[in-house]
Every structure is written in structure tokens, then in C-alpha cells.
């Protein structure tokens, strides 16, 4: 009994922290002490600045060999890839319209791993852990924009020339990508790095996360999901339950174990990223649908993903 209320403690640890500032934010939205332009702002900030200070210092510092990482990462691309093509099939099969499809499957793959899975990464393993997702997090981004791209573009010639000319314009601008290749490139060339400007970096990397959270709390919107249902718990099943269920189990087989094992399912159970509400908007999708994923998976996601790392250290996995 003393084992499974510390574990659940631990579990609680990890999402906890996360789910205070999720609703504090909500609270701050609603008492109007922050609005629609904060939000705005805060969150360029965050993803133009902050966020990618954030992963560049968390490499350069790392102690980890963040190159023996590289099976690990082969390992989340093939297997978010094989999850894409899985999940492609079965929305095409239950929703006919091709508005909602790309939604539908982009909701129940591209994980909020910048953010809230960085988060959860941060609670559970600290800076060390942070270094080793930085570099999961950038190959991710750079699989789920294609991806997205893919499954949001109109079938023809002309969209597929539309299509690679997003995809090379959201990755080459991509301020995370940006971040991360360049932090490997100064961890790799062991180029020093001026304290001062570390310092001053420091600052801007702790303001990341709760900023973040803050912003995504702010802009849930649960009265959105009268709209929808069906297709909103269908994507939100694929991102919440099958995701880290179909990842995480061929980590195990794989014999993933201890921090390695953890990135990836904490990684996979993320709730669906709000980047997803920008593409579908821009490449002609149903704009309400991805808001809407994006809500319901955001709050279900701390109630599943704590559920996952109670049964992963239960059983001593992690």
C-alpha cells in the first residue's frame, strides 16, 4: 500500500505542477487580469525567444552523450511515422469528409512536446533530462510539420508543390530547430560560451515554461466542445490512448528502460500541440475541430498521462 501511494505521489509530481498552471491560467483569463493580446504576445515570446534560449542552454550544459542518444531518436521517428500512416487509415475510414480528415489525424499525432512534454520531462528528470528532450524535440518538430503538411494539403499537383514549399518554409524558420542545431553544433565543437551570456540566457529559459503554461491555460476554451464531439473524442483517443500506448510498447520491446523510456512516453502523451490550430487555419481545415482537440486533450492529457506514470513506476520502468 506504502509502495502505491508513493508512486502515486511521484506521478502527481510529475503533472501536478502542470495542471496548477494550466488552471491558473484559466483564472487569470477569466478574472481579466490577462487577455487575448497578452496571450498573443506572451506566446511569441515564448515560442520566438524564450522557449528556444530554453533548449540551446539545456545542450550546451548537458552532460549527457547526447550523440549515443541517436537510437532513441531513430526510434521515435519510425515510430511516430508508423503511428501517422496507422492513424491515416483509420480516420479515412470513419470520417468521410476531407475538411475534418487532416484535423483529425494531425490532432493525433503532433504532440505539445516543446511545452507541456518538456514539462513534464522537467519535473520528472530536471535539467539532465531537459538536454536529452531538446534534441527529441527538435526531430519531432521537424517529423510533424512534413506531416501536417501531408495530411492538411489537397490532393493534386499544384497542392504538392504548395505542400514542400511549406514544408521547407516552416522548418528553415522554425526558431526551435534554429535553437537546437545550433546548440549541438557549439556542444559538439565544445565552443565556450561567455558566462555573462549564459546568465543572461539563464533568465529568459526560466521564464519559459511558466509562461508557456500560463498562455495555454489563458486560451482553453471548453465551451467550444458542444461543437463537434464525434470527430473531437476520436482524434482526442488517437493522441491520448493509442499514441503512448502504440510508442511506448515498442519502446519496451525494444528494452527502453529508466529516463529513455520515460522521454518517450511523456513525449507521446502530450496533449495535442496548439501549432495544430495555426496549420489546419492555414491550409484550409477546420479551424473550430483542431481548436477543439486541442482543448479537450490539453485537460484529459493530465489525467491520462499521470495515469501512465503510475503503471510504468509501479512496475519499475522508469
Not at 28 to 38: A, C, S
Not at 89 to 114: H, L, M, S
Not at 222 to 250: N, Q, V
Request: charged share 10%.
Amino acid at each position: 500500500m506504502g509502495n502505491i501511494i508513493e508512486q502515486l505521489l511521484f506521478s502527481a509530481s510529475i503533472t501536478g505542477p502542470i495542471c496548477l498552471m494550466l488552471a491558473l491560467g484559466v483564472i487569470l483569463k477569466r478574472t481579466q487580469v490577462i487577455n487575448e493580446n497578452f496571450i498573443d504576445v506572451a506566446s511569441k515570446l515564448v515560442f520566438n525567444v524564450t522557449l528556444p534560449a530554453l533548449l540551446f542552454l539545456s545542450i550546451i550544459s548537458s552532460h549527457h552523450d547526447l550523440a549515443a542518444s541517436a537510437p532513441l531518436i531513430g526510434y521515435g521517428l519510425l515510430a511516430n511515422l508508423l503511428f501517422f500512416i496507422l492513424s491515416t487509415y483509420a480516420t479515412k475510414r470513419f470520417f468521410p469528409e476531407p475538411k475534418d480528415q487532416g484535423v483529425i489525424i494531425q490532432g493525433g499525432f503532433r504532440a505539445n512536446t516543446a511545452i507541456i512534454g518538456l514539462a513534464y520531462v522537467s519535473n520528472a528528470y530536471g535539467e539532465s533530462g531537459v538536454a536529452l528532450a531538446a534534441v527529441y524535440v527538435a526531430s519531432m518538430t521537424l517529423l510533424y510539420n512534413i506531416q501536417a503538411v501531408i495530411c492538411l494539403s489537397p490532393r493534386g499537383e499544384e497542392s504538392s508543390r504548395r505542400a514542400f514549399a511549406v514544408i521547407i518554409k516552416t522548418i528553415t524558420k522554425n526558431p526551435l530547430i534554429i535553437a537546437i542545431i545550433l546548440g549541438m553544433l557549439f556542444y559538439l565543437l565544445a565552443i565556450p560560451v561567455p558566462k555573462m551570456v549564459l546568465d543572461a540566457g539563464q533568465y529568459f529559459a526560466d521564464m519559459t515554461l511558466p509562461l508557456a503554461l500560463l498562455c495555454t491555460g489563458g486560451s482553453l476554451d471548453i465551451g467550444s466542445l458542444r461543437h463537434e464531439k464525434y470527430s473531437t473524442w476520436f482524434s482526442t483517443a488517437l493522441k491520448l490512448i493509442f499514441a503512448p500506448l502504440f510508442i511506448t510498447l515498442g519502446a519496451l520491446i525494444l528494452d527502453y528502460r529508466g529516463v529513455e523510456l520515460a522521454l518517450v512516453f511523456l513525449m507521446s502523451a502530450a496533449p495535442t500541440a496548439a501549432a495544430s490550430y495555426v496549420m489546419a487555419r492555414a491550409m484550409g481545415g477546420n479551424a473550430t475541430l483542431a481548436a477543439n482537440i486541442i482543448a479537450l486533450t490539453t485537460v484529459c492529457s493530465l489525467l491520462t498521462c499521470t495515469l501512465g506514470i503510475f503503471i510504468l513506476s509501479t512496475l519499475g520502468l522508469i
